[in-house]
C-alpha cells in the first residue's frame, strides 16, 4: 500500500474548499445557520414558566387567603387570570386552555388554619406534563414557606419541624437555558459534520466525478481525507464561533479549562465524519443521504440526554446510548461549561467518544473502496 | 498492425447471472483509432471500464499499456485516460478550474501547463468561455471540457465512452476532430460508440453483440464481408414492403432503417426489377430508390440477424 501524497490531498483539499465557498447557498448553511440555530435554541427552548396562566376560587375570602394568593404571585411564576365562586369556571377555563393551573382555596381556609391545619387544591393541566410538573413543584414550595412563614409568626415553630433548604448547585436559578444552550452546540456540529461529509462525497457520486476521480492517480485513503479534512476545519470553526456566542451572549458560565472542550470537540469531530462518511457510502444520491443522516440524527438526539434525561430511560436504550457519541459529548460538554469538570472525572467519556469515533471510522474505511467502484 | 499496446485475452465481466462481457480477445495496436460499436447493452461501457482499471473482471485479462488491468489496476491509470459516458465535470467550478484541477491531480509539471492548455484550448476553442461555470455550458461544450480534462496529463491511451452521446451535429464533427487530433499526436484511441456512421472513421472496428465479439475489422473489410449491393426504397407501406421484399428469392436480406428499406441482393442489376414489380402489383406506391453502398450499419444488422443464436 502506498503512503497517502500530500501534494495530491492539498490539490483537493483546496477544490473542496474552492466549492464549499463558492455557492452562497452552502457558505451560509456552514455560517450563519449554526448561529441561527444556537439564537433560536437559546431563546426558544425554555422550559422554564414564568407567569404561567392561574385561575383562582377563592371560597373564603379573608385575609389569609388574599395573603396565600399574593404568595403566589409574588414569585411571578404564577399569574392570575381568572377567579370566580363556582368551580365550573375552573374547568371551563382549563379545558379552553385559558388556564394551567387552578388553585382553590376551601371556605373556612383561615380559621382552620388558625386551628392548627387546612388543606387547599391544586389543579393542573396534565396535558402538558413538563409545565405541570414544574409549576407543582413551584406551588408546593410557596406553600411550604407559606406556612412556616404563618407558624414562625405565631412564634409557634412546630418541635422537630424541619425546613427543606434547596440550593441548585451549577445553574442557581435553574435556568433551562444554561443547561440546553452547550447540548445545541454539540447538536449543531455534528449536524454539520454529518451533513457536508456524506454530501461532499455524494455529490462527487452524483455529478459522476467520482468515475473521474477513480481513474486518477487518487488513491482511495487521499480521497477520504480529502472529503473529510475541509468538514473537521469547518467544524472547529464553527464550535468556536457558536461556543463564544454560547459565553458572551446566552451568558454561558464557561468554568472548566476550555482546551479540555477543545480535545473532546476533536473526537466528536471526528466520530462526525466517521459516520457522515459510512452514510456515503451507503447512498446514492443526495436524497439518500439526507434521508440517511436523519435517520441517524433523530435517534442520536433523542437518546442523547439532550430533552430526556438519559437516568429515566429504560435500561436497553440506557445501553444503546452508550454507543451515540452525542451523547457523550453533551455529558463532557455541559460538565466543562457549568461543573468546571475536566479529564479526571470526564475520562471514560472521552474514552468512549475515542473508541465510537475510531470504530466507525474503520468500517467507514474499509466500506469506501466497495461503494466507489459501481 | 503496429505494435500492440491494449491486449484483450478471454476478457469477461458477469453480473449476478448475466454475462455482460463474454471472452473478448483482441488487441489494439499503439496510434490506433479503435472503435467499438454495438447496440446499448452489447458491452461497450464495461470493457471500457475494465480496460480503465475501474471495474474487475470476473475472468481473463488484458494488458494496457504493458500493464495487466487484474494484476495492477493502479498501475494501469498512470498509461490511459477514461472519459465515461457523462463526463463528471465539477459544475460549480469554471472550465479554467476544471482543468487545472486534473492538471494538479495529475501533477503535470508546472513549466509544460501553459503549453498544454493552450493546445488544448485551440483545439476545443473553450479559451473565450474559460471562466465560466461547467454548468454553464452546452452540452457539446461540456462534452469538449471533458477531452480537455481527461487530456491535460497527455495519457498514451484514451478510453473514450460514447462521446457524443447527446451532442448537436456541429459539437459531434468538432469532438471527431479533436479525436482525430489526438490520433495525430501518437494517443492510442478507443472509443465506444452506438452510432455505426462514428465507427466509419475509425482504423477497425470491434462489433460487440450481447457480450460477445461479433466480428473485428476495417470498416472497407466490413463492407467487403457482404457479398451482395444495398438496394434502398421507401414507399408507401414501408413494412409491408419489408416482408414482401424479405420473402423473394432474390434477397438475402431485408431491414427497415425508419421508413427506409435495406435490401441486400446478390445482383440488383439482374434482380432488381422484378422485386419492384411485386411491391407494384401489390397496389404499394415506390417513393424513393437509389442502388447504395452498403453502410457498416447494413453490414452489422446482417452480422447479427445471421449470427447463430447465443446460447
Known amino acids: 500500500m502506498t503512503l497517502p501524497s500530500p501534494m495530491r490531498i492539498r490539490e483537493m483539499v483546496r477544490k473542496e474548499f474552492r466549492q464549499l465557498f463558492r455557492d452562497p447557498r452552502t457558505r451560509a448553511v456552514i455560517f450563519v445557520a449554526p448561529v441561527i440555530q444556537l439564537l433560536m435554541f437559546g431563546y426558544a427552548v425554555n422550559t422554564d414558566i414564568r407567569e404561567t396562566a392561574t385561575f383562582l376560587i377563592d371560597h373564603d375570602r379573608t385575609l389569609e387567603s388574599r395573603k396565600l394568593v399574593d404568595a403566589f404571585r409574588a414569585t411571578g411564576y404564577f399569574e392570575v387570570v381568572g377567579r370566580s365562586e363556582r368551580p365550573l369556571d375552573l374547568v371551563r377555563a382549563l379545558d379552553h386552555g385559558d388556564a394551567l393551573v387552578g388553585i382553590e382555596i376551601p371556605k373556612g381556609f383561615a380559621r382552620d388554619l388558625a386551628a392548627g391545619g387546612t388543606s387547599i387544591q391544586l389543579i393542573l393541566d396534565g396535558a402538558e406534563s413538563n409545565s405541570a410538573t414544574v409549576a407543582q413543584g413551584y406551588a408546593q414550595r410557596i406553600v411550604q414557606r407559606f406556612a412556616l412563614e404563618r407558624a414562625r409568626q405565631r412564634g409557634a415553630l412546630p418541635s422537630g419541624g424541619i425546613e427543606l433548604r434547596t440550593r441548585a448547585w451549577y445553574n442557581p436559578n435553574l435556568e433551562s437555558r444554561v443547561y440546553n444552550v452547550p447540548a445545541v452546540v454539540g447538536v449543531i456540529i455534528m449536524l454539520m459534520c454529518l451533513l457536508l461529509t456524506s454530501l461532499a462525497v455524494v455529490r462527487e457520486r452524483e455529478f459522476g466525478t467520482l468515475d473521474q476521480l477513480v481513474v486518477s492517480p487518487l488513491t482511495h485513503q487521499e480521497l477520504m481525507l480529502s472529503k473529510t479534512l475541509p468538514v473537521a476545519v469547518v467544524g472547529v470553526i464553527d464550535l468556536t464561533a457558536i461556543a463564544l456566542i454560547a459565553v458572551f451572549w446566552f451568558d454561558i458560565p464557561i468554568r472548566g479549562f476550555p482546551p479540555t472542550l477543545f480535545l473532546a470537540a476533536l473526537l466528536y469531530i471526528l466520530s462526525g465524519l466517521a459516520v457522515g462518511l459510512l452514510i456515503s457510502t451507503i447512498s446514492r444520491t443526495q436524497q439518500e443521504a439526507f434521508m440517511s443522516m436523519f435517520l441517524f440524527l433523530q435517534p442520536a438526539i433523542i437518546l442523547s440526554g439532550f430533552f430526556y434525561p438519559i437516568e429515566s430511560m429504560p435500561s436497553v436504550f440506557r445501553w444503546v446510548t452508550l454507543l451515540n457519541p452525542v451523547r457523550h459529548f453533551l455529558e463532557i460538554i455541559r460538565a466543562v461549561f457549568l461543573k468546571g469538570e475536566g479529564l479526571a472525572t470526564l475520562w471514560p467519556q472521552y474514552v468512549a467518544l475515542a473508541i465510537i469515533a475510531v470504530a466507525v471510522l474503520r468500517l467507514a474505511v474499509a466500506r469506501f473502496p466497495k461503494s466507489i467502484a459501481a | ?311
Open chain 2, 1 to 311: 498492425m503496429a505494435q500492440p499496446t491494449v491486449v484483450l485475452s478471454d476478457l469477461s465481466r458477469r453480473f449476478r447471472d448475466v454475462e455482460a462481457v463474454d471472452r473478448l480477445t483482441f488487441s489494439v495496436g499503439r496510434g490506433e483509432l479503435f472503435g467499438i460499436v454495438g447496440p446499448d447493452g452489447a458491452g461497450k461501457t464495461t470493457t471500457l471500464r475494465m480496460l480503465a482499471g475501474v471495474l474487475r473482471p470476473t475472468g481473463g485479462d488484458a494488458r494496457v499499456g504493458g500493464v495487466s488491468v487484474t494484476r495492477d489496476p493502479e498501475g494501469v491509470k498512470r498509461h490511459i485516460a477514461y472519459m465515461s459516458q457523462r463526463f463528471g465535470l465539477y459544475t460549480d467550478l469554471t472550465v479554467r478550474e476544471n482543468i487545472d484541477f486534473y492538471a494538479d491531480l495529475f501533477r503535470v509539471p508546472a513549466d509544460q501547463r501553459a503549453r498544454r492548455l493552450e493546445r488544448l484550448y485551440q483545439f476545443s476553442g473553450l479559451g473565450p468561455f474559460e471562466r465560466r461555470l461547467a454548468g454553464q455550458l452546452s452540452g457539446g461544450m461540456k462534452q469538449k471540457l471533458g477531452l480537455c480534462c481527461a487530456l491535460v496529463h497527455e495519457p498514451e491511451i484514451m478510453l473514450l465512452d460514447e462521446p457524443t452521446f447527446g451532442v448537436d451535429p456541429i459539437s459531434r464533427r468538432d469532438l471527431w476532430l479533436i479525436v482525430h487530433e489526438m490520433v495525430a499526436a501518437g494517443i492510442t484511441v478507443l472509443v465506444a460508440t452506438a452510432y455505426l456512421d462514428e465507427a466509419e472513421r475509425c482504423d477497425r472496428v470491434a462489433m460487440l453483440h450481447a457480450g460477445q465479439l461479433l466480428a473485428l475489422d476495417t470498416p472497407e473489410g466490413f463492407r467487403r464481408r457482404l457479398t451482395g449491393r444495398i438496394q434502398t426504397v421507401r414507399t408507401s407501406a414501408p413494412r409491408q414492403t419489408r416482408d414482401l421484399v424479405a420473402a423473394h428469392p432474390a434477397v438475402q436480406h431485408a431491414v427497415l432503417f425508419g421508413d427506409m428499406l435495406h435490401a441486400i441482393l446478390d445482383d440488383p442489376a439482374r434482380d432488381w426489377p422484378d422485386v419492384k414489380s411485386r411491391i407494384a402489383s401489390a397496389g404499394i406506391t415506390i417513393l424513393e430508390e437509389a442502388a447504395g453502398e452498403p453502410s457498416l450499419e447494413d453490414v452489422f444488422i446482417h452480422l447479427v440477424t445471421s449470427a447463430p443464436a447465443h446460447a
